[in-house]
């Protein structure tokens, strides 16, 4: 099982940036990529979850939502075995609970269905 545990989250005023991190273990040659997902308030399992980014373990491939492009960026620290999610020019529609997951089945990479496990997730809060 892939241990996965996020930080970084917080509170800034729209326009501001944030970076999370997502410390990952005991990924295996079965997992495909970690992904970044979202959850709205009031909003409850893993059909709310929005896809966010994605990077690939096999060359560092990325895949953003329309949503993000431009502002996240997604990268890795193969040495730190991390995730990050760099998140420029924040919007009040952003806020949410962030989750980083591992991918283990091959379906479209935003697609939370093809993730089985995840970290507890980090809020985002974006306000003035």
């Known amino acids: 099982q892939v241990q996965l545990v996020e930080s970084g989250g917080g509170s800034v005023q729209p326009g501001g940036s944030l970076r999370l991190a997502c410390a990952y273990s005991?990924?295996?040659?079965?997992?495909?990529?970690i992904g970044w997902f979202r959850q709205a308030p009031g909003r409850e399992g893993k059909e709310e979850r929005e896809?966010?980014?994605?990077?690939?373990?096999?060359?560092?491939?990325?895949t953003y939502a329309d949503s993000v492009k431009g502002r996240f960026t997604i990268s890795r620290d193969n040495a730190k075995n991390t995730v990050y999610l760099q998140m420029n020019n924040l919007k009040v529609e952003d806020t949410g609970l962030y989750f980083c997951?591992?991918?283990?089945?091959?379906?479209?990479?935003?697609?939370?269905?093809?993730?089985?496990?995840w970290g507890q997730g980090t809020q985002v809060t974006v306000s003035s």
């Open positions: 896809g966010v980014s994605y990077i690939t373990w096999s060359d560092g491939s990325t």
């Open positions: 997951a591992a991918q283990i089945d091959y379906r479209p990479p935003l697609d939370p269905y093809g993730y089985l496990d």
């Open positions: 005991n990924f295996t040659r079965h997992h495909y990529g």
